[in-house]
């Protein structure tokens, strides 16, 4: 069952169109992310949902139940916004506590649920405690509990780990996810940052420019990206167009115009043009030992060389002058890297299923 | 001298850093950015009210002499004195109904000029703060003009139109009020728009997804904390309304008098001095004790807001 559903929604301002014909689905206990740069409609979609801002067209169920003309207060929806927004003139229990003080619970009763739920973001010491005495991440716990506590039919994150340092923000985002998955509750989330997403995402939903540009899993996404925005939005990627040209046993190979040629598996697409996309961390390096030019294998020269701490990330520059990334996990004893500097002669070379075609739409 | 004996001692601050950790020259430097304004208020401000209070104790013989014995009984002929304490209740209804009356108009247009579009925001700016850059006694005899008695008034003329009237309105309370709201009015805009336009508007929202309607979100969320600009507008509003003297003068003549008034008729028409810096020493205390009051208020209620400092 779906328990948010969005279908060909679009928000127009003035002429400009924000958000146009998207449609998409969360699964029940699902975390759906919406993911993409700023201004893409990603965050316009969320309050859309919410109910904060009514769409030009479409409609949006929750739970099965259309809301599209229910005001915000009476969706039920919990949710988290990007500077937490608390209540700056009530203590952490009367902020939590407020949601159900709407919903007519009796305040002593509200402020022991309050306390409750405190409990659970492990808060328990701090209801007397006002918003401006806590830090960024008790904040952020305490608007958690806020928004959970009126046992919303779904949870809305906008941004939520942006405004944190980046240890705290991995140890909330596990956090997060176990609350999530204890609780079950259905969640969207929208974000720019592609860990993000990838860590904490059922559903991956790529938004470029009003529409979405890619939907599935982390997996599917970064393995399997559709264009060339996605490709290097999620992770990085190299990129070569050429023309589908030879046909071989199994497969087929694309040739671009500086002579590097790609060997493909399988049946060739329909186009003659395409665009490829290389993941850095498929290339494999070797001393440049000559011989044929053979597909998937390249000659390049190092460029410059960025040590990562996990992984090393190497520069090269291809006889026409165009860049190559490659990643290196550092996980291996001395062998061909170790005598890298910038200035050697070094073939690049990976395997076929490396190459991704992709729709190119930068 | 008296400020160094104040300042916290060079090596006990020295380790400590932070905020109270003055050092000497810091400190100094305070003292200097201090000095001019500090001196402008002791000459102009605290020696002439200090004299003030002293002429209150006194009393003026028949013959025109002061008695050089300090006496209460300039206080206590205004305490007991039906007319005077006539004034003093007049003086506080108008200016609790003025400032009440500019909430009431200031709050809506506060709003707009901070919500709406800025180019209608500014335009209210300038709107509001107009009646400011003309002269109080043009403005005044305006308004004069506007509420005169009788079928001369603009305002009478007009409701006589419509079969309406004749409301009387020159001399009394009521015009007073009137003309000091429209005076006063940006006292009132200009702290509550601020408080307003600080206030997050995802904190509006959020309340609004927790379940509160429209009017909940006003009433628990954007009200409180409105409350320190609203504070600010009151004090203001309320001390000039109760220490104004041209627009009582002119619009509540004899009939509605103010301290203000008072303590001109006591200076120039009656040269009874003692008993003028008698009235001007209580409504000094009436408008001392309503700004301390509301400071307290705000200090207690947002005691967090006011260490924020916004």
């Not at chain 1, 479409?58 to 207060?73: D, F, R």
């Not at chain 2, 001298?1 to 905020?19: I, K």
Request: proline share 6%; charged share 15%.
């Amino acid at each position: 069952m779906m328990d948010i559903e969005v279908t060909n929604v679009a928000k127009r301002y003035g002429t400009s169109l924000a958000v146009s014909d998207v449609s998409f689905g969360v699964e029940q206990g699902h975390v759906l992310s919406l993911l993409g740069p700023s201004g893409c409609g990603k965050t316009t979609v969320m309050r859309m949902i919410a109910g904060l801002i009514a769409p030009s067209a479409g409609s949006i169920a929750i739970k099965g139940k259309p809301v599209t003309q229910i005001p915000v207060h009476k969706r039920n929806v919990g949710m988290l916004f990007q500077n937490y927004a608390l209540f700056p003139h009530l203590d952490v229990a009367h902020n939590i506590a407020f949601g159900l003080e709407m919903r007519k619970v009796p305040k002593a009763e509200a402020l022991k649920k309050a306390e409750a739920v405190l409990a659970m973001v492990r808060l328990e010491a701090f209801g007397a405690r006002y918003p401006h005495q806590l830090s960024g991440g008790q904040q952020q716990r305490v608007a958690l509990a806020r928004a959970l506590v009126i046992e919303p039919s779904v949870l809305l994150l906008d941004e939520p780990f942006g405004a944190l340092d980046k240890k705290l923000r991995e140890n909330m985002q596990l956090e997060m996810r176990q609350l999530q998955q204890r609780l079950g509750i259905t969640t969207l989330m929208v974000t720019h940052d592609q860990d993000e997403a990838l860590t904490l995402s059922d559903r991956i939903a790529v938004m470029r420019a009003g529409v979405i540009e890619q939907f599935g899993t982390p997996t599917e996404i970064y393995e399997r990206p559709v264009s060339r925005f996605v490709a290097s939005f999620i992770g990085t990627s190299n990129f070569f167009t050429g023309r589908v040209t030879a046909k071989v046993n199994g497969g087929y190979t694309v040739e671009c115009p500086d002579g590097v040629r790609l060997g493909f598996n399988g049946t060739p697409p329909a186009e003659a043009s395409v665009t490829v996309a290389l993941r850095p961390e498929g290339i494999q390096v070797s001393p440049d030992a000559g011989g044929d030019p053979a597909p998937n294998r390249m000659r390049t020269t190092v460029e410059q060389i960025v040590y990562r701490g996990l992984s090393t990330h190497y520069y090269l520059r291809r006889p026409t002058g165009e860049p190559l990334v490659v990643v290196r996990q550092n996980d291996s004893g001395a062998d061909v890297f170790a005598g890298l500097q910038p200035g050697s002669a070094v073939l690049a070379s990976w395997a076929a299923e490396r190459n991704l075609i992709v729709r190119d739409d930068a | 001298m008296a400020v160094a004996e104040t300042l916290p001692a060079p090596q006990a601050s020295a380790g400590r850093g932070g905020l109270f950790a003055f050092g000497n020259s810091r400190a100094l430097g305070a003292v200097m950015l201090l000095a001019p304004a500090v001196l402008f208020f002791v000459v102009v401000f605290v020696i002439p009210v200090g004299l003030m209070i002293r002429y209150s104790f006194y009393q003026q013989t028949s013959t025109g002499d002061l008695t050089s014995a300090a006496t209460l009984a300039n206080y206590v002929r205004l305490g007991s004195v039906d007319l005077y304490r006539t004034v003093v209740m007049t003086t506080l209804r108008v200016s609790l109904w003025t400032t009440f009356i500019a909430m009431l108009l200031a709050y809506p247009l506060a709003l707009v000029m901070v919500r709406g579009h800025p180019l209608v925001g500014r335009a209210l700016t300038v709107i509001v703060l107009a009646p400011l850059l003309i002269n109080v006694v043009v403005r005044t005899y305006a308004w004069r003009v506007i509420l005169a008695n009788g079928e001369n008034g603009v305002l009478n003329w007009t409701l006589a139109h419509f079969g309406l009237g004749p409301v009387r309105l020159l001399y009394t309370e009521w015009a007073i009020i009137i003309g000091s709201v429209h005076v006063f009015l940006p006292m009132m805009v200009l702290p509550l728009s601020a408080a307003l336009g600080k206030i997050n508007p995802a904190v509006e929202e959020a309340a609004a997804t927790l379940g509160a309607s429209s009017f909940a979100v006003f009433r628990r969320v954007t009200l409180p904390l409105s409350v320190p600009g609203l504070a600010v507008g009151a004090t203001l509003v309320f001390s000039l309304t109760a220490s104004s003297f041209v627009t009582p003068a002119l619009l509540g003549g004899n009939f509605a008098k103010m301290l203000g008034t008072l303590v001109e008729e006591q200076i120039l028409v009656v040269f009874d001095w003692p008993f003028g810096a008698a009235i001007a020493t209580l409504l000094t205390i009436i408008v001392m004790v309503v700004n301390l009051a509301s400071v307290w208020l705000i200090e207690r209620r947002f005691p967090s807001r006011a260490a924020e400092a916004g």
